[in-house]
């Protein structure tokens, strides 16, 4: 069991996509037609993810997170996070959902072994959170966070991605952390997919409702920490305090967390661009049509459907990915795949 990539980075944490398909339609994330789907016969089979997953796990994957288009909506989800969980050496499962079909699924899914959850959620307006997702409904996502703690899921987070132009209540999802234990991340919005024209300095010029990314709707982290601070402060809940790493919930990822003096919960961001994380990234992607991917803003790809079907070696292919893996993602702006069909 190896793990490590030419910088020494340890890579455990693999992400799978298991579908290209959602029930919402994020305008961050796709066009409003949506993106084509893939033919059936092009998505990797639970069997073919539960034999990739095993191969990883021998050269040193040992987390697990299952993404979209949205996990939910695929048949059978519950039975094969079961599957995942019987293979040794898999330490704990995850999956990142926009929470829709939770309160469905929430138990039977920590029945099979699946104790973590992310929910994608971006405002707590209901009607920013319509237009946001283009017809969604604030309360489906609201219930599906409540089915979690139900259902004994933990640790929650919540995933909220700041867009300057949809001038969002930062302080109101704060709020929330209060008084459970509920962890709110707000994440950089990253330059993936858009089919723009490159602006100058190579910046996409689409705007943020066309699903393509610009550096006006992007809000770095020490705004959004500093933001929090000050609304904080002024709305009573005192000073914002950064949270020890040893103290922060259990994550496999980049967040730094803070927290309101006597909060259950905790405040963290996630920087890809102000304060990239490269050096201590821990992951690689497999998309749902079976390509692996190196890195998110990359869209050098191997071929791990095909591998899988031919038979081939797929230790050496993730050990291939290994040595691929690039030390940084260089500002790269823009991506032919867009995050629904890279995986979120």
Not at 60 to 88: F, M, Q
Not at 261 to 275: F, K
Not at 300 to 328: N, T
Request: glycine fraction near 10%; include cysteine; proline fraction near 5%.
């Amino acid at each position: 069991m190896t793990g490590t990539d030419s910088f020494g980075r340890r890579i455990d944490y693999l992400r799978i996509s298991v579908t290209d398909r959602c029930n919402l339609r994020c305008i961050y994330c796709m066009p409003p037609e949506g993106v084509p789907w893939r033919d059936p016969s092009e998505i990797l089979t639970f069997e073919e993810i539960e034999r990739f997953a095993e191969a990883a796990v021998e050269e040193g994957i040992s987390k697990i997170r299952l993404t979209g288009g949205e996990p939910l909506v695929r048949l059978g989800i519950v039975d094969h996070v079961a599957r995942l969980r019987e293979i040794t050496g898999i330490e704990a499962i995850a999956v990142t959902t926009n929470g829709v079909l939770l309160p469905r699924y929430a138990k039977d899914l920590v029945a099979a072994g699946l104790s973590r959850v992310n929910v994608s959620l971006d405002t707590l307006d209901a009607d920013v959170y319509r237009h946001i997702t283009r017809g969604g409904r604030l309360e489906d996502a609201l219930a599906g966070i409540e089915s979690a703690f139900e259902a004994g899921m933990d640790p929650v987070k919540v995933n909220a991605v700041v867009v300057r132009s949809l001038d969002q209540d930062l302080l109101s999802f704060a709020r929330m952390t209060i008084d459970r234990p509920l962890h709110i991340r707000f994440i950089e919005y990253m330059p993936v997919g858009g089919e723009g024209e490159p602006a100058p300095g190579g910046v996409c010029s689409s705007d943020v409702t066309a699903g393509a990314w610009t550096i006006e709707d992007h809000v770095p982290s020490d705004e959004i920490v500093a933001r929090l601070a000050a609304d904080g402060l002024a709305a009573g809940l005192g000073t914002l305090e950064a949270v020890a790493r040893d103290a922060a919930p259990g994550g496999w990822g980049p967040a730094t967390y803070y927290r309101f003096p006597g909060a259950v919960g905790t405040i963290g961001v996630i920087s890809p661009l102000s304060h990239h994380f490269c050096g201590e990234c821990n992951r690689l992607r497999l998309t749902a049509d079976g390509k692996l991917r190196t890195c998110l803003f990359s869209d050098d790809e191997l071929d791990a459907r095909e591998v899988l079907r031919s038979g081939g070696d797929v230790r050496a292919l993730i050990r291939a990915a290994l040595a691929a893996k690039p030390e940084s993602h260089n500002m790269r702006i823009g991506t032919v795949r867009r995050m629904s069909q890279i995986g979120g």
